[in-house]
């Protein structure tokens, strides 16, 4: 059964460094998204990509965040300049479709810690 | 605005004994409403979902939903709980129509079940 990949499981990172999450969506999906989950508190979205620009975004997703499609396959998210509060379960997720209450596959996520 | 609300942050119950997991929403709109699992060390997974069709929905591996417009409320239930059960629950909830950048996820309802 296809499913979304992300690399690495986890990270650490120290305060101030640019970390790249990488995703790989299911293929021939054409959306692609980004959530994330502080420990301890709810999943939250961050960002959606569709046509290789950012469809919508939340207030949360700032100029430190960025999002890329490089290569057809891979679907990034880079944190320019980390800070503590960066630590989270990051998760990516990919859809056939925008709307219509198309189903989102989520990959397994990636821990991202800080210090 | 929309919101989750997962009455339980954890729920233990003894295998082959009925599960029930609670989720009250609120929505300016007619939802869509969610149940993802999260297994450890995996991706979130749909269960199943409620998008204005049947008010009860069948998902997989034996869980089912029902959809209460008067009580605001999207509890999961499974009659018989397996050990494989044991995982994260996440209730969401998503506007009519809206795709995976309007999901507005509850905080998680953590099944243990006893053997």
């Known amino acids: 059964e296809p499913e979304v990949t992300q690399t690495p499981s986890h990270q650490v990172t120290q305060m101030g460094q640019e970390v790249i999450l990488r995703c790989v969506p299911i293929s021939n999906h054409l959306y692609f998204y980004w959530y994330r989950q502080i420990l301890g508190q709810k999943v939250e979205f961050l960002v959606s990509f569709y046509n290789n620009e950012i469809s919508e975004k939340s207030e949360i997703f700032d100029d430190q965040f960025s999002v890329e499609r490089p290569d057809g396959s891979n679907f990034t998210l880079k944190i320019r300049s980390t800070k503590l509060e960066d630590s989270a379960m990051y998760f990516c997720a990919s859809s056939t479709w925008g709307r219509e209450n198309t189903e989102a596959f989520f990959g397994q996520g990636t821990r991202l810690t800080v210090v | 605005a929309q919101s989750v609300t997962q009455l339980d942050s954890h729920v233990s119950v003894s295998e082959g004994t009925p599960v029930l997991l609670r989720c009250n929403y609120s929505s300016s709109y007619s939802p869509s409403l969610f149940w993802y699992v999260q297994h450890p060390n995996k991706g979130l997974q749909l269960l199943l979902k409620y998008t204005s069709a049947a008010t009860l929905v069948k998902g997989i591996n034996g869980f089912e939903a029902e959809f209460k417009k008067s009580e605001t409320s999207f509890h999961l239930t499974k009659p018989s709980a397996h050990m494989s059960d044991a995982a994260e629950y996440f209730c969401?909830?998503?506007?009519?129509?809206?795709?995976?950048?309007?999901?507005?996820f509850g905080k998680g309802t953590h099944l243990i079940i006893q053997p």
């Open positions: 969401v909830v998503s506007v009519e129509g809206g795709g995976a950048d309007g999901l507005t």
